[in-house]
């Protein structure tokens, strides 16, 4: 249920403005606070973004994060978001149980349908290899194109 009122809120709220650093801000901070989680994340500057990218973008951070905390039950995450050649990037990796072969659930599925929608693509994963000495982790990426239109 609390899935569905999420994405009927999106829905709702597609018109009204939305400021996408306040939002993340926001959302970190209450995760950490309730959940008892590090998150590890250096606001950058970012262009002009449409509000349904903006949107895309916040809801992608809320499901990486409940999924990473409900399911890999990791106590540490670190979130990168910048634009670059034409691109934004989002890279959200955290320190829990390696991501497996489970089929993505609603959440996941929406969020990959929304991005897919945008012209970008996803790649969810463990996050081996990367840091040597560090538990093997989850990686969520996400590209999305700058779209001309706002």
């Known amino acids: 249920m609390d899935e569905i ?3 009927v809120r999106m829905l709702k709220d597609e018109g009204a403005s939305f400021d996408l650093a306040a939002a993340l801000s926001e959302l970190i901070q209450d995760t950490r606070d309730n959940a008892g989680v590090a998150i590890l994340y250096r606001p ?3 262009p002009l973004l449409s509000g349904l990218t903006q949107r895309v973008i916040y809801h992608a951070l809320m499901e990486g994060m409940t999924n990473g905390i409900r399911h890999g039950r990791c106590t540490a995450f670190a979130f990168e978001l910048y ?8 890279d959200l990796s955290n320190d829990g149980d390696p991501y497996g072969t489970a089929r993505p659930g609603f959440g996941l599925t929406s969020m990959m349908e929304r991005v897919h929608l945008l012209g970008g693509s996803v790649r969810i994963g463990s996050r081996s290899g990367e840091d040597a000495g560090t538990p093997e982790g989850c990686r969520l990426a996400i590209s999305l ?3 001309e239109e706002r």
């Open 83 to 90: 634009a670059e050649d034409g691109w934004i990037y989002f």
């Open 5 to 7: 009122r999420r994405a």
């Open 44 to 46: 950058e500057p970012l």
């Open 145 to 147: 194109p700058l779209s």
